[in-house]
């Protein structure tokens, strides 16, 4: 499994546990599912940018 999918597994998980906490503190479902979809977008955003490799360091040329 790359780190990739293990970061967004994680993230998926912390997304779940904060939705239903939000529930069971009596939160709107509207503004739940929007938080949802925001955490959601930055956990993909992140992921991408923790993940990706990096490019290699090229010599400036003479």
Not at 15 to 38: C, E, N, Q, R, T
């Amino acid at each position: 499994m790359s780190s990739f999918s293990t970061y967004l597994i994680g993230f998926f998980i912390l997304v779940i546990g904060l939705a239903i906490g939000a529930y069971l503190l009596g939160a709107p479902p509207m503004w739940i599912g929007v938080g949802v979809i925001v955490a959601i977008g930055l956990g993909i955003l992140m992921a991408t940018s923790r993940t990706k490799p990096r490019d290699p360091q090229v010599p400036p040329s003479a």
